[in-house]
Each structure stands twice: as C-alpha cells, then as structure tokens.
C-alpha cells in the first residue's frame, strides 16, 4: 500500500462517517439535471507527504500523471486561462465561446508586479527567492484574488502555494518543502490529481533550483465527497492497494520554463483501474 492510498482511505472514511452533510441546504453546485449537488464535508483537512520517501499517488486507481502535470504546465508555465492551450477537457465546462475561463488560475500567475529587484510575475518571483533568498518566509503565490473574482468563471480552488526552505545537520544541500492551500475539493474528481500535480511542481522547483524535496502539505478548508460518488467512494477505498510507483523527472532539464508533459513519469506503477463517468456538479 503507498502513503498515499493509507491519507487517502483514512481520509474518506472520517468524511462519510464522521463529516456534516449539506443535504437541503442553500447550495451552489448543482448536478447537470439540475438537482441540487449535496455533499458530506469535514472542514480542515491537513495531509502531510514526505516527497523524499515516495511519490503520493494513488494505487486504489491510476492517476495520470502526464495529463495533471499538462494541467500544472497551463497554469504555472504557460500562464493561461484559455482551455485551447490545455490538452485535458476538464476546463471546459467552464470556458466562455472563446475558450477563456477569465481573470483565473493562470492569468494571475502571469501579472507582473513590481518589486525591489524588478518586475517579475508570481512564478517568476518564486524561483528568483529560491535560487536568491531561500530562506526567505514570504516564497508564496496567491491567485485568489478579490478584485478579480467577479471576472473569474470559477473562483480558484488551490490558490496559495507557499514554498519554505530547511536543511539537515551536517549537509549542504537545502531541502523544498511546500504547502498548498485549497478552499474546496471534490475528494473524488480531484484529490489525488491536485496532490501529484502539486508534488511535481516541488520536484521541478527543487531541481531547477539545486535543492532536495522534502515535504508537500495539503490543507483543504472544505474536503467534500458528493452525494451521487458516496458509492463510488466506498467502492474505491475497499479495492487492492499496491507499493508507490518510482517517479522519474528528467534530470536534463534546469530551466523551469523548459519542463513538458513528457518530462514526467511514474516507473513501476501498479493501480486499479479508472472509474468511468464520475459526475462531475457544477
């Protein structure tokens, strides 16, 4: 069994045994049927995975990992919010007849702000800290943004990523250590698929930026498993587990706007099979 498969089923259980249900409840997301999309939530989730041990991916089912890190590059290389420049369909229900989903996700990462040593975007502020200034405790991007949010098609679920430095007695080589704020998650469609996409961008930072990885936290305000999936759920977190699968980056690459999809890959990687059709509310 991964590390990852054992947060993850512990998870799951505390949210559908223990979790506060929004049944007949004021909600926003509805199903496309149009009936309300209750949920059972638990508030304040932390995960902690040490990236040095292993990588976090699922075994109950196949995470694909070239398809979450394709969405990563849109939003933290590319800087985009059109849905053209994105391989994987997930954006669509959101993109206006343009393909654009507004102010979000990538297009804040891509404003350029003004700093003391020049004018630098989110991204581009974050590797310049880490290569200048690693042990600074102000490494963070921040894309939920007020003034903003009126021309966003869906207001950012992960919105904060702050990056944090730290080093072992008797070793030179520094250490990435990474927290990633989310407001809101469908545990189902999305948990596993945030968790490694984000532990990819540590692994690329930390090796554009000379360092070790060391841990990755997720903190989920509103960790939230639907109604429709609640069978779907029990199903998955009952299934066969396997070990974590070996993660391969190409060690050739040290410019972080050189990263693809095909720099990536988990070796070894044994997983159940994909649960077809999840709906998805909106």
Same mark, same amino acid.
């Given at each position: =069994?991964?590390?990852?498969?054992?947060?993850?089923?512990?998870?799951?259980?505390?949210?559908?045994?223990?979790?506060?249900?929004?049944?007949?409840?004021?909600?926003?997301?509805?199903?496309?049927? +149009?009936?309300?999309?209750?949920?059972? %939530?638990?508030?304040?989730?932390?995960?902690?995975?040490?990236?040095? %041990?292993?990588?976090?991916?699922?075994?109950?089912?196949?995470?694909?990992?070239?398809?979450?890190?394709?969405?990563?590059?849109?939003?933290?290389?590319?800087?985009? #919010?059109?849905?053209?420049?994105? +391989?994987?369909?997930?954006?669509?229900?959101?993109?206006?007849?343009?393909?654009?989903?507004?102010?979000?996700? +990538?297009?804040? *990462?891509?404003? %350029?702000?003004?700093? @003391?040593?020049?004018?630098?975007?989110?991204?581009?502020?974050?590797?310049?800290?880490?290569?200048?200034?690693?042990?600074? @405790?102000?490494? =963070?991007?921040?894309?939920?943004?007020?003034?903003? *949010?009126?021309?966003? #098609?869906?207001?950012?679920?992960?919105?904060?990523?702050?990056?944090?430095?730290? %080093?072992?007695?008797?070793?030179?080589?520094?250490? *990435? #250590?990474?927290?990633?704020?989310?407001?809101?998650?469908?545990?189902?469609?999305? #948990?596993?698929?945030?968790?490694?996409?984000?532990? &990819?961008? &540590?692994?690329?930072?930390?090796? &554009?930026?000379? =360092?070790?990885? +060391?841990?990755? &936290?997720?903190?989920?305000?509103?960790?939230?498993?639907?109604? @429709?999936?609640?069978?779907?759920?029990?199903?998955?977190?009952? @299934?066969?587990?396997?070990?974590?699968?070996?993660?391969?980056?190409?060690?050739?690459? !040290?410019?972080?706007?050189?990263?693809? !999809?095909?720099?990536?890959?988990?070796?070894?990687?044994?997983?159940?099979?994909?649960?077809?059709?999840?709906?998805?509310?909106?």
């Amino acid at each position: =069994m991964s590390y990852a498969d054992q947060v993850f089923i512990k998870m799951c259980r505390e949210i559908i045994d223990h979790g506060c249900s929004t049944e007949g409840e004021k909600v926003r997301p509805h199903w496309e049927d +149009g009936t309300p999309a209750y949920t059972v %939530k638990q508030f304040g989730v932390v995960n902690r995975y040490d990236l040095s %041990k292993e990588f976090p991916a699922l075994t109950l089912r196949k995470t694909g990992i070239k398809s979450c890190t394709d969405e990563l590059l849109w939003i933290w290389q590319k800087k985009s #919010n059109n849905i053209h420049d994105l +391989g994987p369909r997930i954006w669509d229900s959101w993109a206006d007849e343009d393909g654009s989903i507004g102010k979000a996700y +990538g297009y804040q *990462l891509g404003v %350029k702000h003004q700093y @003391r040593e020049g004018t630098m975007d989110q991204v581009d502020r974050v590797i310049y800290d880490l290569k200048n200034n690693p042990y600074s @405790r102000r490494i =963070m991007t921040n894309i939920y943004v007020h003034q903003d *949010l009126h021309e966003m #098609n869906l207001y950012p679920c992960a919105y904060s990523m702050t990056f944090n430095v730290t %080093k072992k007695a008797g070793s030179d080589r520094l250490i *990435l #250590n990474a927290i990633l704020n989310q407001r809101s998650q469908d545990v189902l469609a999305a #948990n596993n698929w945030n968790v490694c996409q984000y532990a &990819v961008l &540590v692994h690329m930072l930390a090796q &554009v930026c000379d =360092m070790n990885v +060391g841990e990755f &936290v997720h903190v989920i305000a509103d960790a939230h498993i639907y109604d @429709r999936h609640i069978p779907l759920v029990e199903e998955l977190i009952t @299934r066969e587990t396997h070990p974590a699968p070996k993660f391969w980056l190409n060690p050739e690459i !040290k410019d972080f706007y050189q990263f693809t !999809k095909d720099d990536v890959r988990l070796d070894e990687y044994v997983a159940g099979p994909q649960i077809k059709n999840i709906p998805i509310a909106v």
